[in-house]
Every structure is written in C-alpha cells, then in structure tokens.
C-alpha cells in the first residue's frame, strides 16, 4: 500500500461520508444533457473514493466502474451499492500506473488531477461518448494540503483538451468559491 492509498484510507474511516452521499452538483446537472448525446450507458468514475457519483449514475441506468486506490473507499461504495442492487464494479488502483483497457460512453473524473490519464480518457470514449471533468483550480482559496502538481492551472483544463477531435461543450473556472474549480464537459467525435 502505498502512501496515497493509506492517506485516503485514513480520510475515508468515518461511518460518515467525505464529501457526502450526494452526487457532484455539476454531475447532476449535466446528466440529463449527456444522457441526450450518448449512445450507450456504460461509464468510468475515475478517482471514485466511496462511490457517490458512482452510485447516482448506477440509479440513473448506468453499468458503472469505479476506479480508486483507497480500500476503505471502496469498500464503503461497494457495501452502499450492493444495499441499493445496483450495477458497479469497483476496482483498487493505481491510476498513476493504470491502462484504459475498455470502452466507455460516458468517462467522469471529479476531484482528481493526472495529466497523463486525459488522452487515454478519450482515447476509450465511444463515438460521440462525453467525458464530464470537475477538479481542484490552483486559488488562494484553494484547501489545503494539497500538491501544487494535483491542482490546475487557469486556463489549463480547456488547453489540455483542446488538442483532441471532438468539441468541448462547456468550460467554465470558478477561482472564487469555497473550493476553487474548473469543470469540463466534452464530447467525443
């Protein structure tokens, strides 16, 4: 186990939920337009932690899996969704050293930062398949600890995606909130 994994164990210990048992509220209010564009149901929580945008995908018809290098996270979202009878396969990860190997129509990745998983996140969309993309924007206000390298830059979120064939739909930054955020949502051609 390694120091992320023991480190997000530790956070995850409460009965409690970290970030609670509701979805991301920029998840919830893009489903239903990405739902419109899609051809399929089958989707990549990316980073998942303990399962809620995880388990709100699987109520809303998904086939979902669930990456996440913390045990305790897992396990908690495993146990919430085998109560609910829904359809999620949560995998422990590294996603530092992790392969896409399948093909998704619908990729999200909230509160997580690895460059170097953007282009096999599109690379394993399907035609016209959506990756909804919400993380943590370098700010004065931004919550600590966290490593500078983890967090995006201004502007960065758009240019990361720019280079790629299909067409950003939505791309907004927030420097000024409680948690400082860039959120994406780009469809895949």
């Known amino acids: 186990m390694n120091d992320d994994s023991r480190r997000w164990d530790e956070r995850y210990q409460s009965e409690e939920f970290l970030l609670g048992a509701n979805p991301s509220k920029f998840l919830a209010e893009r489903i239903g337009e990405a739902k419109r564009l899609f051809p399929g149901r089958k989707a990549l929580d990316i980073a998942c932690g303990e399962g809620r945008n995880s388990i709100f995908l699987a109520r809303q018809g998904f086939s979902v899996t669930g990456l996440d290098i913390s045990p305790v996270g897992l396990a908690k979202a495993r146990s919430w969704a085998e109560r609910e009878g829904l359809d999620c396969d949560f995998r422990f990860v590294n996603l530092e050293e992790y392969?896409?190997?399948?093909?998704?129509?619908?990729?999200?990745?909230?509160?997580?930062?690895?460059?170097d998983l953007i282009p096999q996140e599109v690379a394993a969309l399907t035609p016209g398949g959506v990756i909804l993309f919400d993380t943590i924007l370098e700010s004065p206000t931004a919550p600590v600890p966290h490593r500078k390298d983890f967090l995006l830059q201004p502007g960065e979120l758009a240019r990361l995606f720019a280079p790629y064939p299909g067409t950003i739909l939505f791309c907004g930054e927030y420097p000024d909130s409680e948690t400082p955020t860039a959120k994406l949502f780009y469809l895949h051609r």
């Open 99 to 115: 392969r896409i190997a399948e093909t998704y129509d619908l990729i999200i990745n909230f509160n997580f930062l690895l460059r």
